[in-house]
């Protein structure tokens, strides 16, 4: 088979990496991919929203499956523009439709789903410009901290979280009257805050049938000990030690299984990845938000830890015959660590040269944001790699994903030396 992978993160490496590993695929493009996935696959300097172009070079490459790694694409309809076009709709996409990527498209959208199928989710209760009065008198009948997230698309960090009263109605205008995230926080939505401890569960669906992925957590604050910034990922480990038993099975019962069951008696097509941003509160499970893809760097522990074909997989998903595949999980632990550009998630510099690859072992290095340059590997984002390792249990893998990260170097490189640190 001949697929072409849309995207440039981490997580499109992680999925190069195992399509590659399958007899079944003979030529993987990415599109537009980084140095990482130069190195296994081919990349093709095409924007992941320019379906004009997708389109031209599907057709003349003789492209059998489209994989959307990232949420824009989706959000913007590929699925629909595939399926809408006579030269392209006997090609799979292996993604939701547009009106599916609106659960992560629109934080209101989701929280409508998650109520309507009765999923256990927060109280929340959302505002525009115009109602923002309304928002403050919302606020003042919470407890804090309360908790604000932009409707629209906002990279992973359009979620605020606030101890005080006064900030989170300040920030509230901020978001709705000062866009503060753009277009993004035009419609914010404030939610009940539920203390506990999060984690990340990995759905694949047909649209009628679903595997479950190995469970993740991951670490979103630039801090170590979880403070500072939000960022898009410092990290993450899988399986997730307190994830196990009777609070999987709950997992699976009260969110999975309506989840799936939602999207059909919603007529809403989907065949592809759905991402439970989950709660554990006490011993139950709540859903925070869904993601309408992998999630990244999760993507790069969750993968790894498979052991079936990959390609083979897809195919399941695209002929809606999940229910007849066996999908097999390795038993070991996976973590990975995040190396990002100093200064970030606020502003840093790009073009930094890295090395030291030659010097790992025992761990898999995944690129996230970085380029070729005449032969030179350079940094060329905020997220520059995702070192990950394997373990008995996720000790021993940090362990060695941090042995390999001191092999690796380029100026200002930052990393979290904690991730696992709260299991």
């Not at 990496?17 to 695929?25: G, I, R």
């Given at each position: 088979m001949t697929i072409l992978l849309l995207g440039s993160g981490g997580r499109e490496h992680a999925l190069a990496?195992?399509?590659?590993?399958?007899?079944?695929?003979q030529t993987l493009f990415v599109a537009p991919g980084n140095a990482g996935t130069a190195q296994i696959a081919n990349n093709v300097d095409i924007s992941v929203t320019d379906f004009g172009s997708i389109k031209d070079?599907?057709?003349n490459n003789k492209v059998d499956m489209v994989v959307v790694g990232p949420e824009d694409p989706l959000v913007a309809g590929i699925y629909d523009f595939f399926k809408n076009d006579d030269k392209l709709n006997g090609i799979p996409v292996i993604g939701p439709s547009k009106l599916g990527a609106t659960l992560e498209g629109s934080k209101e959208f989701a929280k409508e789903f998650l109520m309507r199928h009765n999923i256990p989710t927060a109280a929340y209760a959302s505002f525009n410009a115009e109602t923002v009065e309304d928002g403050y008198a919302f606020l003042e009948t919470l407890q804090p901290p309360y908790v604000l997230k932009a409707d629209g698309l906002a990279a992973g960090k359009g979620v605020l979280i606030l101890k005080d009263l006064q900030e989170a109605k300040d920030e509230l205008r901020n978001m709705l009257v000062d866009a503060k995230f753009g277009a993004a926080s035009s419609k914010v939505v404030i939610e009940e805050f539920l203390d506990g401890i999060e984690l990340s569960c990995f759905v694949l669906t047909d649209g009628k049938n679903y595997k479950v992925l190995p469970m993740a957590k991951d670490y979103k604050r630039i801090g170590e000990a979880d403070t500072g910034l939000n960022t898009g990922g410092m990290g993450a480990v899988s399986?997730?030690?307190f994830a196990s038993g009777d609070f999987l099975y709950k997992i699976e019962e009260r969110i999975v299984k309506p989840t799936v069951a939602g999207l059909q008696k919603d007529n809403i097509e989907y065949k592809g990845f759905v991402f439970i941003g989950l709660i554990k509160v006490g011993n139950d499970p709540f859903v925070i938000e869904y993601n309408v893809r992998m999630g990244d760097p999760e993507t790069e522990v969750v993968?790894?830890?498979?052991?079936?074909?990959?390609?083979?997989l897809f195919e399941a998903v695209a002929n809606q015959e999940l229910d007849e595949f066996q999908l097999e999980i390795d038993p070991r632990s996976a973590t990975t660590v995040m190396v990002v550009s100093g200064g970030y998630p606020e502003e840093y510099e790009k073009g930094k040269e890295i090395t030291g690859f030659e010097n790992v072992s025992n761990s898999i290095v995944f690129h996230a944001g970085t380029k070729l340059d005449n032969g030179k590997v350079l940094s060329n984002g905020g997220r520059v790699l995702a070192v990950t390792s394997y373990g008995e249990d996720f000790n021993e893998a940090v362990k060695k994903?941090?042995?390999?990260?001191?092999?690796?170097?380029?100026?200002t490189m930052y990393y979290r030396r904690d991730i696992g640190f709260d299991l």
């Open positions: 990496w195992k399509m590659t590993q399958s007899p079944k695929c070079f599907v057709l399986p997730v030690p993968i790894p830890r498979l052991k079936s074909d990959l390609v083979e994903s941090y042995q390999n990260i001191d092999k690796l170097h380029f100026d």
